[in-house]
Nanobody, 115 residues
Framework: QVQLQESGGGSVQAGDSLTLSCAVSGTFDRYAMGWYRQAPGKQRELVAL???????EYGDSVKGRFTISRNNAYNTVYLQMNSLKPEDTAVYYCNARITASVAYWGQGTQVTVSS
């Protein structure tokens, strides 16, 4: 069982920055990691992915504003969020992809951006 613990959420103003962290148990350096978000009444959507080799992928709505990174020494994945907008308001979830069919989720952390 892989455990994920997100932190760093909160309430900010539009234009502010925020960094989310996700601490992960297990053989972290083998996992592809991702951040997803879900706003009220909407489906969960991809925010950013980082492979175990460091390759990154971003959702269209966050490209150029958000940066995903990982520190294998600390078993942690980060999401640096800049130029936040009210539409970024959502619960943000950390995801660990173990195999093509096995993935684990964190409990989520709330990000609220006010205008």
């Amino acid at each position: 069982q892989v455990q994920l613990q997100e932190s760093g959420g909160g309430s900010v103003q539009a234009g502010d920055s925020l960094t989310l962290s996700c601490a992960v148990s297990g053989t972290f350096d083998r996992y592809a990691m991702g951040w997803y978000r879900q706003a009220p009444g909407k489906q969960r959507e991809l925010v950013a992915l980082i492979g175990n080799g460091g390759r990154r992928e971003y959702g269209d709505s966050v490209k150029g504003r958000f940066t995903i990174s990982r520190n294998n020494a600390y078993n942690t994945v980060y999401l640096q969020m800049n130029s936040l907008k009210p539409e970024d308001t959502a619960v943000y979830y950390c995801n660990a992809r173990i195999t093509a069919s096995v993935a684990y989720w964190g409990q989520g952390t709330q990000v609220t951006v006010s205008s």
